[in-house]
Structure formats: C-alpha cells, structure tokens
C-alpha cells in the first residue's frame, strides 16, 4: 500500500547501541529507502531523533504507566495513523486505533528468568503478553524465536512472520593497512579470540573462559562489552585469569568492523539469542565463528560456522584449537562465511517488514 502513515514506538533508542536499539535504527533507515512515499512519526527519548533522521519526532511521555500506557496512545489515536510498528516488541496497554505489527526479538526471560535481575511483572505478566496476542502481525526474528512465540503465549503460527536481522555494509573484509591503524589505536595483541556481548548470564561467557584456560598455545581473549547484571561472579574470575584477558567495556560501534577482522575466531557461547547479530557481523567481515548449540544461533549461522555444546569448556577447547591450529579449516570457514552473511541484509528485512504491515492494514478491524 502506498502512502501510509506509521506511527512508530521507538524507546529502543534510549540505548541506541543495544540490540533493540541498532534493529530499530537500522530497519527504519531501510523501511524509509524502500518506500520512500510513506511517513514516519517516531516516538522516542529526548535526543534520539538523530538516529531516525527520515521520521517526525515526537517524545514519549515520561510517566512509565500513566505516560506510556493512556497518554501516548491518545495521542496516537488523535494522529489516525494508518498502522503502528513496535520494534520493540510491544504495545501499549491502552487502544491505539490502527492495526499494529510487533517484533518479537527473544524471549529468554519467559526460558530462564534467573538469566535476569529481579523481577518485571508488569512487563512480563502484562504488556508483552497483551501485545503479542492483540497485535494483528508478529514479527519474529528468527525460526526459533516464532516458535517460542507460539509455544509460549499459544499464538497461531498464521499470525507470526519470520523477519531476520540484516547486516550492516560497514562489516566487510578489511585491508592490512586499515587494521594496522586500527590494531595500534586499540592495544589489540597480535593473535586473539573474541566475545562481543554484554556481559551477563545468558551469554555463558564463563564456559567460555574455562576452555579458554584449557587451551594449548592460546591467543588472548578480547572481550568487547559492557557488564549487564548478575557479572559478580564473573567480575572476579576474569580479574584472576590475568593480562592475556582484555575487557574493551565502551567501544565505539564504528570500531567493532576492525575488531572482527583483526580476530583468528570469534566464540559466541550463549545460551540463549533470539538472533545473535555478533556472529553474522564476524561472518561478514571474513572471521570464522564458534557458536553454542543453543536457540537462534544454528539457525543463524547454519554450516559456515562450528556449533559446540553450550556448557561443555573442553568442547569448546577442542573447538578453538582446530580453528586456531588449522589454517585450511579456518580459510573454508571465512569463505563460508561471508557467503553465508551475504544472505542477510536490511534492505530485504525491510521488504519482508512491509509486506507484515501490508498484512497487518488488510484487517478487517484494529485490534
């Protein structure tokens, strides 16, 4: 359909950098390139119109539940938008007045909730599962995320449309040159594994370091990523393994390219992802990849990375070894890899994201 007016829920970019945050940044960009004729208005945090620059902005109400929940979707309604899209994965509780498309990113929380600080009662027991069941299209960003989707709220599988990530251009292989500049400005050592990820329970770093430690003639690990909730413990253990561990807490996202280049492997040991950007980024840019055998991550990576048992540290040795030791094994994989990124891209999610919002506006009414 031509001409639509898409009101848009962007509190994703309070943390731009974040997952929910980029997703929304750059599947916007994409969405506005694609169908250049249809209109944005965004609402969001105070400063984040600078990532959404192809969009009107407008803030979102500060009160959590007054604010967010009967304010803001009056004023949606006083807008007569064509259709809402939640990139962040919900709606408000109160009526919006326009068919609705939801991403659905993961839903860990609902797997293993002591992945997670505390506990979120209004959001887990009331705002998602109202949205995922009122929304008239769901957007999963993955197979294994639309089946839990499915499973864990009983949502008709008719009602879910599998939309993967992209991966930006910026991730690409990169010349000697560049990643001589970018090894000195960094303090990068000259071999070395990597983990980019937030740095909490689910993402299993710590299986990662015990077979790390296990390693013969290891490089160092470089961890890229700042300390989540429930770190404590691995706090303390990382502090104890020494100077051949490196934690890169705040890097500049435009330096993440280089990163990956410049790693013999990247290890993405995690539990549990509803995607798993790192890995598909690494991909991107020529380095092979280990991935855990959990969630989204074989689905993502498929064979042009090694899949290890999540909480196995001598599967995960044994892994890094070869890949470390073989150099014929670790040119297969990058060739596989890049071939395997190619696939992804945020022009063809924005396709796919239409065509759920064309779904969503042929409702015979809003939900």
């Not at 470390?324 to 992804?344: K, P, S």
Request: a positive charge; aromatic letters at 8%; glycine letters at 8%.
């Amino acid at each position: 359909m031509n001409n639509l007016r898409v009101v848009v829920d962007g509190s994703g970019l309070e943390r731009p950098r974040a997952g929910v945050g980029v997703y929304t940044t750059q599947i916007l960009h994409a969405m506005a390139v694609d169908r250049p004729d249809c209109r944005f208005t965004v609402f969001g945090p105070p400063g984040g119109f600078v990532h959404v620059p192809d969009a009107a902005y407008r803030l979102l109400p500060r009160m959590r539940l007054v604010g967010r929940h009967v304010q803001w979707p009056a004023e949606i309604r006083r807008l007569h938008p064509d259709v809402y899209f939640g990139p962040a994965g919900a709606l408000p509780l109160g009526r919006v007045g326009c068919p609705s498309v939801i991403t659905v990113h993961d839903l860990a929380i609902y797997r293993n909730p002591r992945w997670f600080p505390g506990r979120q009662p209004l959001s887990t027991r009331l705002v998602v599962p109202r949205s995922v069941l009122r929304a008239d299209v769901v957007i999963a960003v993955s197979e294994n995320t639309a089946t839990d989707v499915a499973e864990i709220f009983g949502l008709d599988r008719a009602r879910i449309q599998v939309v993967p990530h992209g991966v930006s251009p910026k991730f690409r292989p990169m010349g000697a040159e560049e990643l001589a500049d970018a090894r000195a400005r960094l303090g990068l050592p000259e071999r070395f594994i990597l983990f980019v990820g937030t740095v909490e329970p689910r993402k299993n770093l710590e299986t990662l370091l015990d077979g790390w430690v296990l390693m013969r003639d290891r490089p160092d690990l470089v961890v890229v990523g700042s300390w989540g909730w429930l770190y404590e413990a691995i706090r303390e253990k990382m502090a104890r393994l020494g100077p051949r561990l490196h934690h890169l807490e705040s890097v500049d996202p435009d330096e993440l390219p280089a990163i990956y280049n410049l790693a013999r492997v990247l290890a993405h040991p995690a539990w549990y992802e509803g995607f798993g950007l790192p890995p598909l980024e690494a991909m991107a840019c020529g380095t092979p990849v280990v991935v855990s055998d959990r969630s989204s991550l074989p689905e993502v990576v498929q064979d042009a990375g090694i899949v290890v048992s999540a909480g196995e540290p001598d599967a995960w040795r044994k892994a890094l070894e070869r890949v470390v030791g073989d150099t014929q094994l670790a040119a297969d994989l990058r060739h596989r890899g890049i071939l395997r990124a190619a696939q992804f891209s945020w022009e063809r999610s924005a396709r796919l994201t239409w065509r759920a919002v064309d779904d969503a506006t042929k409702r015979p009414a809003p939900r």
